[in-house]
């Protein structure tokens, strides 16, 4: 049964006597238990009855009630987990998500201590076993709705089955707790037990301030004598700090005088450059003035060439010319023989003629009349012989028609007996015809003579444009190679005088850029960068740097050196355990973070090597201790070989698997693309383990200035 009516307030823990109890005035449920929907329970004034049969959720109502009130035992709630009292589902229904259930208090007279008229308290459950408690809204502690609660003991009582029972047969101290809730005593009880612990807190920093004074009164003189050290630190700072002014002006100064002087070396050379590219203008042109001359020079030596092979051409035909007229003078010759012994024949028979003689005396007349005709005709044929371009055909011509008369003279003269006179006559114009053409081929001879002369001094001539036109050409190709040489040399220079500027920018900008992300301290955590900034400030004393600043990694073992490091990375390296001591106290004061540190006063790398790792080293794939493998100075030795100095580097995870047979015991392999093997035989692997870059920035950093120092002689 659930009570709510105003009663008198004889136990009340407010003493205003004339306010009255706060009333109960709503009931919401939602996926409470067996109230799947939203059911709204009202409560006028008066006594508000709840009726019905077994089964149909009336102590369902008093269980929220107590619910939302912040009960925390199951067994009250008739539950063994949160998850009981969220609808479970049933008869076509979707068990329920959460559960929630708000009580209304109506507070006009404020009796609760809380400032509104209207107060509802709301609770909800999750299945995940989440709780969560709300005051008009507004989420609120569990302790927040007890305080707030815990007067209503006295006007609102959830009286569960079998509670008088229990509580009869309670012995008298059990009974207690059910007067104090009636005596409204809740809420002091937990004012109380909040009080005893603020008390036993206070009591408790009491304690550890006066252990934290016994342990500093001690150090108190060590502490001023580090002051008045950190005074005068800090005048050593300030005088420092002149000095470095003065000597980085100095610096400065030569710096910029460097510059002038680089860039008076850079004008230098582009005036330089300027006349080197003015020199292959001109040689250019001289080139194209060259190549015209040697082209005229072409020209010529074609139309003499041209003119060589006409005049070539004559001096073979006039050649044959003149053998054909020698041989036809042979032939001549040969019939003028020939003809003297046929005179020498008649003249025998003339005397054996002498009596025909009279007979043929009147066809002479006839003969002479033909020998005249002959004549005519020898002359035109002198006339056509004497055209040159006709000369052959004139030849034969005449020397058919000489064969012809010679044929009709031998046969007159064989059928008539009488033509001794034609033939002398003949005999006569042979000869001097014969005198004509030895006359024209002496002619002939000297034209041939003139001839070649000319062509001896057109070859001449010729040879001497060749040779001219050879040594023009050979300038010509000697300028050529010269100004393709310069070009080219030119060329190769501005090339790599522009591929070195690339370069040293390219290097220069990487080098400003991997400077920068380094003093920020991007990529380290962020006790560590603390450190390292109040180390550069000269706050702290004895810090070295990080792992990853101070040793040297193989670029290929980037990946297996950070898996195998991990966290210690980032540890910080400082001279000595005290310098450690201060950092941490630093890092406590500034609330910045945590860091390891690494004092190379306290850090032993070890006691030498195990006897069985000798066998895994001569392992195929095996590529060394990882302390072997990477570089630092002499005095890091000790925390290389803390931190690497059981990590076995090797090729891949077969060779890995190959050496854990042979690892001594705490000892690891690690693969170069970051697998990594245990001796108790896990392995650790999957994709690519993604790189910090910490490693590889420090590895830009320090080859950087050399890369640049290079490129800076190389581009002078």
């Known amino acids: 049964m659930i009570a709510s009516t105003p009663t008198p307030r004889p136990l009340a823990v407010d003493s205003r006597p004339d306010m009255q109890a706060p009333r109960l005035t709503k009931l919401e449920l939602l996926g409470f238990k067996s109230f799947v929907s939203r059911t709204v329970f009202t409560f006028e004034p008066g006594i508000t009855a709840i009726v019905g049969p077994n089964g149909s959720g009336k102590s369902n109502v008093a269980d929220a009630v107590r619910w939302v009130l912040g009960e925390q035992g199951q067994s009250a709630l008739r539950a063994r987990r949160t998850e009981d009292v969220i609808f479970a589902g049933g008869q076509g229904r979707a068990p329920a998500g959460l559960a929630e259930a708000t009580l209304t208090f109506d507070n006009a007279e404020r009796w609760l201590p809380i400032d509104f008229a209207e107060v509802t308290v709301t609770r909800r459950a999750f299945r995940s076993g989440e709780n969560h408690y709300l005051i008009n809204g507004k989420r609120v502690r569990l302790k927040d709705v007890s305080l707030l609660t815990a007067s209503l003991g006295q006007s609102h009582l959830v009286v569960g089955q079998g509670l008088v029972d229990a509580a ?37 920093n009491s304690e550890r301030l006066t252990d934290l004074l016994t342990e500093l009164e001690p150090r108190l003189r060590t502490l001023e004598r580090a002051a008045r050290q950190a005074r005068e630190w800090q005048s050593v700072r300030d005088r420092l700090r002149t000095l470095q002014q003065a000597h980085f002006g100095r610096l400065l100064n030569a710096a910029v005088a460097r510059v002038g002087a680089a860039t008076g070396e850079s004008t230098r050379r582009q005036s330089a450059l300027s006349r080197a590219r003015a020199a292959l203008d001109k040689l250019t042109l001289e080139n194209g003035t060259q190549t015209k001359a040697a082209e005229r020079a072409r020209a010529l030596l074609g139309e003499h060439d041209a003119e060589r092979g006409a005049v070539s051409e004559q001096l073979r035909a006039m050649e044959q010319e003149r053998d054909l007229a020698a041989e036809r003078a042979t032939a001549l010759a040969r019939r003028g023989d020939d003809m003297a012994d046929t005179r020498e024949g008649l003249e025998a028979r003339a005397v054996a003629v002498a009596g025909e003689l009279e007979q043929v005396t009147a066809e002479l007349a006839a003969i002479d009349q033909a020998v005249r005709a002959a004549e005519t005709k020898a002359r035109e044929r002198d006339l056509r012989v004497r055209e040159q371009r006709s000369l052959r055909q004139a030849l034969d011509d005449q020397l058919r028609q000489l064969e012809a008369g010679r044929a009709g003279a031998e046969r007159d003269l064989t059928d008539r007996g009488r033509a001794v006179a034609l033939l ?78 690339r370069l040293l920018a390219h290097a220069s900008t990487r080098l400003d850029a991997l400077t920068r992300l380094h003093q920020s301290g991007v ?19 004895g810090t070295l740097g990080t792992v990853a600043e101070l040793v040297a990694v193989p670029a290929e073992l980037d990946a297996a050196i950070e898996v195998a490091l991990g966290s210690h990375l980032q540890d910080i390296v400082v001279e000595h355990w005290s310098d450690a001591e201060t950092a941490i106290a630093h890092l406590k004061r500034s609330r910045a973070g945590r860091a390891t540190f690494q004092p190379l006063d306290t850090v032993r790398g070890g006691h030498g090597r195990n006897p069985r790792l000798d066998a895994a080293l001569r392992l195929l794939g095996t590529r060394g ?16 070989a803390a931190l690497l100095g059981r990590t076995l580097v090797v090729i891949d995870l077969p060779a890995a698997r190959q050496s854990l047979p042979h690892l001594p015991g705490g000892w690891s392999a690690v693969t170069r693309a970051g ?21 590889a920035r420090e590895r830009e950093l320090r080859e950087l200035p050399d890369e640049i120092r290079l490129f800076s002689a190389a581009r002078e």
């Open 625 to 640: 201790v990882a302390a072997e493998l990477v570089g630092a100075e002499d005095q890091l030795r000790d925390v290389v």
């Open 675 to 695: 697998e990594i093997a245990r001796s108790g035989g896990s392995v650790t692997g999957g994709v690519a383990a993604r790189e910090s870059g910490l490693l």
């Open 168 to 204: 009869l047969s309670q012995r008298p101290d059990e009974r207690r707790a059910l007067f104090e809730h009636a005596a409204d005593l809740a809420g002091l009880r937990l004012k109380v037990a909040e009080a005893e612990r603020n008390l036993t807190e206070t009591e408790s």
């Open 523 to 541: 990529g380290l955590h962020a006790g560590v960068r603390e450190v390292l900034a109040a180390a550069a400030a000269g706050t702290l004393t």
């Open 424 to 501: 002398e006559q003949r005999a006569g114009s042979v000869g001097a015809e014969r005198e004509r053409l030895l006359a024209e081929i002496a002619g002939r001879r000297d034209r041939l003579d003139r001839l070649v002369s000319e062509l001896n001094d057109v070859d001449a001539a010729a040879k001497s444009s060749a040779t001219t036109l050879d040594r023009i050409d050979h300038r010509l190709n000697d300028l050529s190679s010269t100004s393709d040489h310069a070009a080219s040399r030119l060329a190769e220079a501005t090339a790599a005088f522009a591929e070195s500027e």
